[in-house]
C-alpha cells in the first residue's frame, strides 16, 4: 500500500466523544486519505481511542504529545509527521465535527487551482455558522475584520481551521519557526502563506458548533490572537515573498 498523496491532521485535547464519528465519517467522505490525531496528552482517554481504531486501519495514526500544551505545537507536530509521508496535500481540521468531512472534496478540487484553501465561514460576507451562541458569533466576525484591518489579507475567514495546503506550501512556510500557541497559528500560517505569494481560495462550508465536549478558547488565546497580527505586521514571524 502506498502512501496517500492527501493526509489530515486532526489535534485533540479531550475529544473522545468525538474522534471515533469523525474517523467513521472521514473513511466514507475520504477513504484512501491518511489521519493523523495529534493528541495533546488528553486526560479523557483520546489516543486510546484512536489507537484502537488504527490497530484496525493502517492508515489511522496518533501521535502522543506530553508536556506544555499547545493547539499551534499540536497542529505543527502533525503537519510535518505529515509532510514526511511524501503527500500532495495536507488538510487540517477540529475534532469536534464542526468541520464536516464531506467537505473535503470541495476542498481538494479547488486546490487544483490554489496552494492554500480555506473553508470558509464568512466567504462573500455570508455567515454560515450555526449553533454558535449570539456572543460567539460577534467575536469571531469581529475578529476576522480585525485580523483582515491590520494585516490586509485578502481572506473573509482568516481564523478559521479547516484547509488544505498544498504540501509545497506547507513547506515553504517553516512549520518549526512558528511562534504561535494557540489559534493565532491560523493567523500566522495564512499570513505567511500569503507574503509567499502562493494562491489562497476560500470554498463556502457550513460550520456547526460541536454536540459534545468543551470549547478551548479562552482569555489567553483571545489575547495572543489580537496581539499576533501586530506582531507580524512588524516582521515578527513572517516570511519573505517568493522571487
Not at 42 to 53: K, M
Not at 89 to 112: E, K, T, W
Not at 210 to 236: C, D, F, Q, V, Y
Amino acid at each position: 500500500m502506498g502512501a496517500p498523496a492527501v493526509q489530515v491532521v486532526i489535534p485533540t485535547y479531550n475529544e473522545r466523544e468525538n474522534i471515533a464519528r469523525l474517523i467513521a465519517e472521514l473513511r466514507a467522505h475520504a477513504p484512501e486519505a491518511g489521519i493523523v490525531v495529534v493528541d495533546d496528552d488528553s486526560p479523557d482517554g483520546t489516543a486510546a481511542v484512536v489507537e484502537e481504531i488504527a490497530a484496525a486501519d493502517a492508515r489511522v495514526h496518533v501521535l502522543r504529545r506530553q508536556g506544555h500544551r499547545s493547539f499551534a505545537r499540536s497542529v505543527a507536530e502533525g503537519m510535518l509527521w505529515a509532510l514526511a509521508r511524501g503527500p500532495q496535500f495536507v488538510i487540517q481540521m477540529d475534532a469536534d465535527l464542526s468541520h464536516h468531512p464531506r467537505y473535503i472534496g470541495d476542498l481538494l478540487r479547488a486546490a487544483n487551482e490554489a496552494d492554500l484553501v480555506i473553508g470558509s465561514r464568512y466567504v462573500g460576507g455570508r455567515v454560515n455558522v450555526v449553533h454558535w451562541p449570539l456572543s460567539r458569533l460577534i467575536l469571531s466576525v469581529f475578529a476576522n475584520a480585525y485580523v483582515r484591518t491590520i494585516t490586509r489579507l485578502p481572506v473573509f475567514d482568516t481564523t478559521g481551521g479547516f484547509r488544505c495546503w498544498r504540501a509545497e506550501a506547507l513547506r515553504a512556510i517553516d512549520l518549526p519557526s512558528i511562534r504561535s500557541e494557540g489559534y493565532a497559528f491560523q493567523i500566522e500560517t495564512l499570513y505567511r502563506a500569503y507574503r509567499c505569494g502562493f494562491r489562497i481560495i476560500e470554498v463556502p462550508i457550513i460550520f456547526t458548533e460541536r454536540n459534545a465536549g468543551a470549547s478551548k478558547m479562552s482569555t489567553r488565546i483571545i489575547a495572543e490572537a489580537a496581539i499576533r497580527p501586530w506582531l507580524l505586521l512588524m516582521g515578527r514571524g513572517s516570511l519573505r515573498s517568493r522571487a
